[in-house]
């Protein structure tokens, strides 16, 4: 069956203005728009930056760009604080705008990216008798209680799992981004024996514009003041989930075998921190790096390093993570060094020789895993054309991603409710 013509409301309580929204959801409803023909009616969530004069002029553009290549874009404001009125505020503004837009588009089938999405996908299905999907971005509840925010068997986890689970049941097609967390989630309530039609789809990456570019590394390592150091990359958030004082850490044992070693930070957090954690650990001024890289020139930043690095803090709902930056790591030809326990990332470390586990935040698994990566650069044009393959063959937005969501897209479509 085409897809050509099916009418599907997407739902992302990311905004299109955020990273996230840029790389993980605009490249896929651009590609299966023009390459599938389904014609997408986005709804989204945007934050505060976007109603400044200069947000809604870049929300313009996007707009116009989007609907160039046969896409709808409708935004609502997100709300944060307090944190439960804010979000059943959102929810029920997301269920009237999305009645409105099902009615006059016509909508076929809803598409939720998370939990929040997923919520006001169910009200629309029950009242329209939708086909859905629930794209599942992590576990919600679950991270929750990993971060300390909630307690398990607390009335936010309570209520959060009750919705889950009715969302789950109502689903007719399932994302994960991890093959390890599905044979869990498969037998929870909701999907106990039932057999929606599923996908893992991890985060991809662009390999049009992420990719290794000589020029571009030349042109970084003046700026930074670089001659043949190596470079250590981490390109990101800091704190929270990011365990940056371990990446600190890890390149302080780093410069005891590497003394020549350069720690590059691509962050919008704050420098501050990052002076502290170094200073702390006696690595100086010239040892590293802090830039508050917009999303267009990390592909350059990536080029002129040698490694790459992602810490998270550890527990059972990073079985569900899919690193963004370790794909956009792969896709310029770097090795990187993750702790163990995020998602697929051990065995694709293992099974691809991407880079370095690092099992328990240790001084002596520090050296390990640093040695680990200078092993795999001993050949670095050929440690770069591989990783550059690896990410082609299980990271490519269009040969993986797009083809999932395609192939994912057909099932529900054509199943009986």
Known sequence: MSLTG???LYISYNGMLDPLGQSQVLPYLRELSREEGVRFTLLSFEREAAFSVEGKARCEALRESLRAGGIEWRWLRY?????????VYDVLAGVREGERLVRRNRIEMVHARSHIAATIALALKKRFHLKMIFDVRGLMAEEYVDAAHWRKGGAPYVLTKAMERRVLKASDGVVTLTERIWPLIKNWEGLRNRQPAHEVIPCCTDLELFKFDAGERERRR???KLKDQFVLVYSGSIGGWYLTAEMADLFSELLKTRPDAHFLWLTLGPRELIDKLMRERGVRSGQYSVRAAPSVDVPSYLSASDAGIAFYKPGFSKLATSP???TEYLACGLPFIINAGIGDSDALVKDERAGALVQEFT???YARASSSI???LSDVEETRRRLRETARKLFDVRGVGLA????LYQRVMTHDS
């Open 324 to 326: 963004v930056k370790v």
């Open 404 to 407: 999932r969501y395609a192939r």
């Open 222 to 224: 003046a700026e930074l």
């Open 79 to 87: 709300h944060q604080k307090p944190s439960l009125p804010a979000t």
């Open 6 to 8: 099916r009418r599907v």
């Open 374 to 376: 200078t092993g795999l």
């Open 363 to 365: 001084a002596a698994e």
